[in-house]
Structures are given as structure tokens and as C-alpha cells.
């Protein structure tokens, strides 16, 4: 059992991009399908499916490389179990100048920091994409 699925999603794919794989398989829930959807928006993976499993579903995610190197430069889990982060619309912060991606959970679902601002919500700061 996996004590934060989340984590675990983005160790995943940050362990497949250190050795160049093209996709990378997880078991699947709502959050990881979200996430999964704000990354191919933002252009940090080329697609994402789900494979029905005997006991679980899975996520099938292919990474995008440009020119040889990851779209993804790095990954970062900010609010974990043990301690939660939440941010008001006026505290969620710019990951790296602009060019990241801050993802949070509010009242209307999983969403980007700038799309969060913009609909003026705040909510759980889950992770930094850049």
C-alpha cells in the first residue's frame, strides 16, 4: 500500500525520464488522471491512456523529449501527508519565473496556479512541475 499515491506518481515519472524511457506505467485513480490531463495541457507529456488491468486500472503516460532531453526538468511534491499546504488565490507562487507549473486542488477540482488565479481559488498547493 501506498501511503501517498501522488508521490509515488511523480517519483515515477521522474524515475523513467532519468533513463530515457518513453512511457511509464502507474495505477490509475481520479487525482492521477487529473494530473495526468493538466501535464499534457501544459506540453510536459505527449499523451496519457488508460489500460483496464485485471485487478486495477492503469495509467499509461508517454513522456516527451525535445531534442534528445525531457520536456520535464524536474518535479516536486509540496504539500505531502504529514503537512499540508494550502495557498490563498493571492499566495500561489510562479514556479520558476513563469516557465512551471504549480498544480492545486481547490473546491472545483484539479487546476493550474494560473488558471486557480484566474478563477480567483485558492486551495491545496500539491505539486511543482517545471
Known sequence: MVTDPIADMLTRIRNA?????DSVLMPASRIKLSIAKILKEEGFITD?????GKPQRVIKISLKYIN???AI?????????GLRLYAGRKE???VYG???VAILSTSKGLM???EAWRRNFGGEMLCYVW
Do not use: C, D
Open 17 to 21: 525520464i532519468m533513463v530515457h524511457h
Open 48 to 52: 496519457y491512456t488508460v489500460l483496464k
Open 68 to 70: 534528445g532531453r525531457p
Open 73 to 81: 526538468a524536474g518535479l516536486e511534491r509540496v504539500s505531502k501527508p
Open 92 to 94: 500561489i507562487p510562479r
Open 98 to 100: 513563469g516557465l512551471g
Open 112 to 114: 493550474t496556479g494560473q
